[in-house]
Every structure is written in structure tokens, then in C-alpha cells.
């Protein structure tokens, strides 16, 4: 089944304790992403992908680090979480056409106390 | 920067009527693409539908079909003889044809009730 996978679901963690989120989709994707989404604000881009070894910025990079070693996996770092990092948080992937839209993981819901 | 706007937070409707959800979005650009996504209170980003801008036609899927108009920047689900299972947060979105990061550009989202 196509898909993407995100681990693990649910997170709750203290502030400044390093975590990270994983993400893999098994469609031979060139493009991926991460998103959080907060209340009011939809879903907002964090950091994506072009493709191995590229990455960039997306609309909310702060406090957070990505990478993408191999074409499937594109982990999510947060180093040192802060309670304004709580949120649910998406990966998602796309061929890399813009006509493409995106196939999302399930999220995951973390909280930082 | 391209912006989405969903203006209406929460909408309910009758179940076998019909709504229609608004969004209108801002761009200086010709060639993108505008999506429609649900999310059920299981929190999966489901697509509904997809509208390619160079397209005149009225893209549709099942009960859902949209109205855009790209003049005025409107693109707006409407979802015809509703069932309870359509009962989700509706986020409209965009993603430019262009080189570069194509983010898809999400809006705040609109809330469907379905009352039996």
C-alpha cells in the first residue's frame, strides 16, 4: 500500500529534551515535507525537500533541523523543545510536479511540558 | 507570497443537502494548482479534489465539485446530497506551477457539521 509512515503518534516530552519525529513513504517520491498545524492557522510549512541531500526552509524553521540522507526518509529534530512547539505535526510527499498534491502521514499529535 | 483565506470558521448542513464551502486565495501568479482537502476527526489529510488554474472546467468528484473563478480568486467546494461521513475540517490550498519550493499555501480551515 502507498503510504507514508510517521512515528510514533502521540509524543509528550520536557522541555529541552532532544526528540525526533520519522517519516517514510515507499512511493519513490522526490518531494517531501513537514507541516504543523495550529488552531486558526491551518497547516504551515516547515522545512521540505527536493530530493536527497536537498533541503530548505519553509515558512516556520525555527527550532527545528531535517534531513535527507536516503529518498525515503526525511526525519523531523527538534534539539531542544519549547511548550510553543506543541502542535500536530505532518509529513507529507509528492512526485515533484505542482500538479501533484500531497500524500500526508497520519501526524503526530506532540506535546512539550 | 500567496495567501488562502477560508472566511467561514464553522458550517453545518442538513444531511442529503447540499453547502458550499468559500475560499478565495491571492497570487500574482498564471499557472497553479488549488486542492481541497478533508480532515476527519481521525486528523488524515484526505484530497477531495484538484483544480489545474489553465482549466476553464469545473473540476469534479462524486458529490463534490467546484465553482472557480479565476478572476475574482474564488475556488469553492460544494458538496451535494451530504452524509454524516463528510462531517470533517475542510482545508483549502494552493501550490504554485513554478520552480522552487512549491509549498502547498494551506487556509485556516472550515469546520463541517452534518446534522441528521
Known amino acids: 500500500e502507498a503510504q507514508v509512515t510517521q512515528n510514533p503518534r502521540y509524543l509528550i516530552t520536557v522541555t529541552g529534551k532532544k526528540l525526533t519525529v520519522t517519516c517514510s513513504q515507499n512511493m519513490n517520491h522526490e518531494y517531501m515535507s513537514w507541516y504543523r498545524q495550529d488552531p486558526g492557522l491551518g497547516l504551515r510549512q516547515i522545512y521540505y525537500s527536493m530530493n536527497v541531500e536537498v533541503t530548505d526552509k519553509g515558512d516556520v524553521p525555527e527550532g527545528y533541523k531535517v534531513s535527507r540522507k536516503e529518498k525515503r526518509n526525511f526525519p523531523l529534530i527538534l534539539e531542544s523543545p519549547s511548550p510553543n512547539q506543541t502542535s500536530l505535526y505532518f509529513c507529507?510527499?509528492?512526485?515533484?510536479?505542482?500538479?501533484?498534491?500531497?500524500?500526508f502521514g497520519s501526524g503526530t499529535r506532540l506535546t512539550v511540558v | 507570497a500567496q495567501t488562502v483565506t477560508q472566511s467561514q470558521p464553522e458550517m453545518s448542513v442538513q444531511e442529503a443537502e447540499t453547502v458550499t464551502l468559500s475560499c478565495t486565495y491571492d497570487?500574482?501568479?498564471?499557472?497553479?494548482?488549488l486542492f481541497w482537502y478533508k480532515q476527519p476527526p481521525s486528523r488524515q489529510m484526505i484530497l477531495v479534489i484538484r483544480?489545474?488554474?489553465?482549466?476553464?472546467q469545473n473540476a469534479t468528484e462524486n458529490r463534490f465539485s467546484v465553482n472557480f473563478q479565476k478572476a475574482a480568486k474564488s475556488f469553492s467546494l460544494k458538496i451535494s446530497d451530504s452524509q454524516l461521513g463528510d462531517a470533517a475540517m475542510y482545508f483549502c490550498a494552493y501550490r504554485s506551477a513554478g520552480a522552487g519550493r512549491r509549498a502547498l499555501t494551506f487556509g485556516s480551515g472550515t469546520r463541517l457539521q452534518v446534522q441528521p
Open positions: 483544480q489545474e488554474a489553465y482549466k476553464q
Open positions: 497570487t500574482s501568479e498564471s499557472d497553479y494548482y
Open positions: 507529507a510527499s509528492s512526485l515533484s510536479g505542482a500538479r501533484y498534491g500531497y500524500t
